[in-house]
Structure formats: C-alpha cells, structure tokens
C-alpha cells in the first residue's frame, strides 16, 4: 500500500522550506539544524548505493555543501527530500561512475570473496545468525550490481520507503518508468539469490 502524506509530513515539509529561506539569507544556524535533520537519511542512502561509510559521509558533506550553495535559488516546488535526494542521486552517479572507471575491484573478485566465506571452512557448521549475516551481505552485494538508476530505484523504495511518485521526480522519469525499473531490479535480485531462497 502506498505512503499517504500525513499532515506531519506536510509539516516537515514547511520546516525544512522555512529553514532553506533562512539558509538562503546566510544563516547558518539554519543550515545547521537542516543537517541534522537530513544528515542521517543521506548517509544512510548513499552508504547503501556505494557500500563505504567514509566515502558515504565524504559525499553527504558534498550534498549539503551543495544545498547551501544554491539555497537562494532553492524554490519549494516539493517536498525538500526530494530536491535533497536529487542531489543525492547525481553525485551518487557521479561517484559510481568514476569508481567503475577506475574498476578497483572487479565483479568476479567479489563473487569469490563472497563464495569464501563457507568455502574456506567446511568443518564449519554456521548458526543461524552466521547465515542472516551471510544472507544480508548476498543481498547487498547483488543490490550493489545492479545498474546504477535500478540500484537507487531500491534504495529509495526498499530503505528509505519512499513513494513511487517521489521516486519518480528525483530520477527525473515517468511513473509507469519507475514501476518498470523496480520489476526488472526485483527480477534480478530474485535471480542473484536463487541460492538462498532454494537453501
């Protein structure tokens, strides 16, 4: 069933307009209680797109340094999570980009690092919490392959429990195009961790 707006989120949505007006005059006590309000959520978002914590706070300090930037220009179009996620979103694929450039790590690598796991031990019989340890990283690892646009498509559906409609304004497509990049990026994950449903 889809998020309804409830007047909290109405609410939210006018304190984070009033404090970008604010920013937008050169008040950094705004910007602050801005971030802190966000702060989390972002890292949060670009740490599942680009799996490293420290390049997650990196980029996130990147994306309010960006806010501030442009708070003059900022208009209350929507919701302000969804102008904050669009920079998200471009400085994620920016990322990724040059990361894939660079290719420091290459898909095969991860998948026999992944396999290593039990392999390295088969006198091991791994309880429970080892598996929905190993479950957990399966499920990441196969979200991290997917392309980049269905990757953030997850993350902002499955993690950050968005709408489809808020989805489909940060990536900038139509409606029915974000339902599509779900049941292709849905499919694929099904795919990558047959090995764990069948167990």
Request: avoid cysteine; proline fraction near 4%; aromatic fraction near 6%.
């Amino acid at each position: 069933m889809e998020k309804q707006p409830t007047p909290t989120d109405h609410d939210e949505s006018r304190l984070d307009h009033a404090l970008m007006k604010r920013i937008g005059e050169g008040d950094e006590q705004a910007f602050r209680q801005l971030v802190e309000r966000h702060q989390g959520l972002v890292v949060g978002t670009v740490s599942k797109m680009l799996r490293n914590t420290s390049d997650s706070e990196d980029i996130a300090q990147q994306v309010f340094l960006r806010v501030w930037k442009h708070a003059k220009r900022y208009k209350p179009r929507a919701k302000f999570t969804t102008y904050l996620f669009t920079i998200t979103r471009n400085l994620v694929f920016n990322e990724s980009r040059r990361r894939s450039r660079k290719k420091e790590v290459s898909a095969d690598e991860r998948e026999e690092n992944s396999h290593r796991l039990i392999e390295d031990r088969p006198e091991y019989q791994p309880d429970a919490e080892m598996l929905q340890s190993e479950l957990q990283q399966a499920v990441d690892q196969a979200i991290a392959a997917l392309p980049e646009t269905q990757r953030m498509a997850v993350v902002l559906r499955r993690y950050d429990q968005l709408p489809y409609e808020e989805i489909a304004e940060i990536l900038e497509i139509s409606l029915p195009a974000v339902k599509s990049l779900l049941f292709r990026a849905r499919t694929t994950l099904k795919e990558s961790l047959q090995h764990y449903l069948d167990a």
